[in-house]
């Protein structure tokens, strides 16, 4: 069975930094494009970023410039570094992977999805 665990939310002042991880199981990830979204109360999930298996990255604009989305495919891990964070980053992020290939930011085309994790920053 396919497993997404996210972790490393949390609550954190504006400026400051965190870095989420996603620890994938069940099958080999290597060759899947992973994905992070974000869902912030009464809105929409939204994409954040995505990686591709040879490390081919896209991002969000409001995200380019602060946000690092990486790898470890011996590990089956994905993470997200977010710097500079804003009050408008605060919503609960999701880890995703898709068989697709290429670069894929619509929620809908993921297979499998994580529990989310909280971040909130404060002005």
């Known amino acids: 069975q396919v497993q997404l665990v996210e972790s490393g939310g949390g609550s954190v002042q504006a400026g400051d930094s965190l870095r989420l991880s996603c620890a994938a199981s069940g099958r080999t990830f290597s060759t899947h494009v992973m994905g992070w979204f974000r869902q912030a109360p009464g809105k929409e999930r939204e994409f954040v970023a995505t990686i591709t298996w040879n490390g081919g990255t896209f991002y969000r604009n409001s995200v380019k410039g602060r946000f690092t989305i990486s790898r470890d495919n011996a590990k089956n891990m994905v993470s997200l570094q977010m710097n500079s964070l804003k009050p408008d980053d605060t919503a609960v992020y999701y880890c995703?992977?898709?068989?697709?290939?290429?670069?894929?930011?619509?929620?809908?085309?993921?297979?499998?999805w994580g529990q989310g994790t909280q971040v909130t920053v404060s002005s």
């Open positions: 995703a992977t898709t068989a697709r290939i290429g670069i894929v930011v619509t929620p809908g085309e993921y297979d499998y």
